[in-house]
């Protein structure tokens, strides 16, 4: 079977397409079949106040497009501008890892695997710490 497998957790919020969904009283798999759909766990959004860093920025906008809130194309552009500043700096092996992981991702234009993949990188970012970061969102809703 092909497609997109979100494991939710109960009562677990997430967007696909611009409208938010809840999971039910229980854990549940999702197989979302649609090419092309926008999807997005609340857990994984991070809330603007928290984009304060390069990596988060990028992160940020990955998340606006997935939601529909900025036109994708150019939010590709400006990600894979940011992705090659980035890149330039990146100490750690891990974070270039995850930094050309995501930059691949742009490229054959999947914004989720590129979010993913640049949250494994936020950890190594340094300036919030993670759970705050991702996390955040969560609280406000």
């Known amino acids: 079977m092909t497609g997109l497998v979100l494991k939710l957790k109960p009562h677990e919020k997430f967007l696909i397409n611009g409208a938010v969904l809840q999971n039910g009283d229980r854990a549940a798999r999702l197989r979302i079949r649609t090419a092309g759909a926008s999807v997005l766990r609340l857990r994984d959004a991070m809330h603007p106040n928290d984009a304060v860093t390069p990596l988060r920025k990028i992160y940020y906008i990955?998340?606006?497009?997935?939601?529909?809130?900025?036109?994708?194309?150019?939010?590709?552009?400006?990600?894979?501008?940011?992705?090659?500043?980035?890149?330039?700096?990146a100490s750690a092996e891990v974070a270039l890892a995850s930094l050309e992981v995501a930059e691949q991702a742009l490229r054959d234009g999947k914004l989720f695997a590129a979010m993913r993949a640049l949250?494994?990188?936020?950890?190594?970012?340094?300036?919030?710490?993670?759970?705050?970061?991702?996390?955040?969102?969560?609280?406000?809703q």
């Open 62 to 89: 990955a998340q606006l497009a997935i939601a529909g809130e900025v036109d994708e194309a150019a939010a590709r552009a400006e990600m894979l501008e940011g992705l090659r500043l980035l890149r330039a700096d």
């Open 119 to 140: 949250k494994k990188a936020i950890p190594l970012d340094g300036s919030v710490p993670t759970e705050k970061a991702l996390c955040s969102s969560r609280q406000s």
